[in-house]
């Protein structure tokens, strides 16, 4: 195949998986806590043996999307006056009880299932100092310090952590997070004001993904007019003209 053939499917490739990123991070402009996704590039040389050929380079080297990199900046804050909504000041996380063990989260909208556990929008318990948080009835007030009371009643204090490096964690789903398999730091508490009847916002700029989006779209479509070019121009005059043997 033509080395220009290469460079562009290689080009098509990154495009379409990093359109899938800015659509996945525009997708949850409006999610708690949501945090947005970078995508990072890895060159790789196909070739069989190891060479510092330029040539051998243009030929064999492609660009890939070697993973996303998710940018823990803060979002903005909203007032929602709700009793149950919490948003963190700094850093750190509200944990929770997944499937598999502890996650951590910034969305603090939570509430009150049937039980009186206090549980997060997908319905995993809110963890506390001492565990999942049963809350009886009555009116809820949560201080900067995390700690909850009913009716004036101290129940439990949320529990809020952060880790020395963020990038042991992973993403799951939209503003969920989970230590990655294997390794086994733990986290520390941390004593961010928590701010009761606010929601911490996605820190994703639209405008600044919109941008990014339409050059990514317009790289796309130049290389599929590369592509279509080098198929059906330079090939074909290659083939009908210059093999040609003049008569």
């Known amino acids: 195949m033509d080395s220009g053939l290469y460079s562009a499917y290689s080009g098509l490739r990154v495009n379409s998986d990093v359109l899938e990123i800015l659509s996945n991070n525009l997708a949850n402009v409006n999610t708690a806590g949501f945090k947005s996704d970078q995508a990072f590039l890895r060159v790789f040389n196909n070739a069989v043996t190891d060479s510092s050929d330029p040539l051998d380079r243009v030929v064999n080297d492609s660009s890939v999307v070697d993973g996303a990199f998710t ?56 963890l506390g100092n001492g565990g ?64 009761q009847g606010s929601l911490e916002q996605s820190n994703v700029n639209p405008i600044h993904e919109m941008m990014l989006m339409i050059n990514v779209m317009r790289q796309f479509e130049s290389l599929q007019k590369s592509i279509y070019t080098l198929m059906n121009t330079v090939d074909d005059r290659s083939i009908n003209q210059v093999g040609r043997v003049a008569g």
């Open 71 to 126: 940018n823990f900046q803060p979002g903005g804050i909203r007032l929602t006056a709700r009793d149950l909504d919490v948003a963190l000041d700094g850093r750190g996380f509200f944990a929770v009880m997944g499937p598999g063990g502890t996650m951590y989260t910034r969305n603090g909208s939570f509430q009150v299932d049937g039980s009186g556990r206090l549980v997060n929008s997908e319905g995993l318990e809110v």
């Open 132 to 195: 999942p948080i049963q809350l009886p009835p009555g009116k809820v007030t949560i201080s900067k310090g995390g700690e909850i009371e009913v009716d004036g009643t101290s129940v439990d204090s949320l529990q809020v952590v952060d880790f020395p490096d963020d990038r042991i964690l992973e993403k799951v789903g939209n503003s969920m997070f989970r230590v990655k398999t294997g390794d086994g730091v733990q986290p520390m508490p941390v004593e961010t004001p928590v701010i």
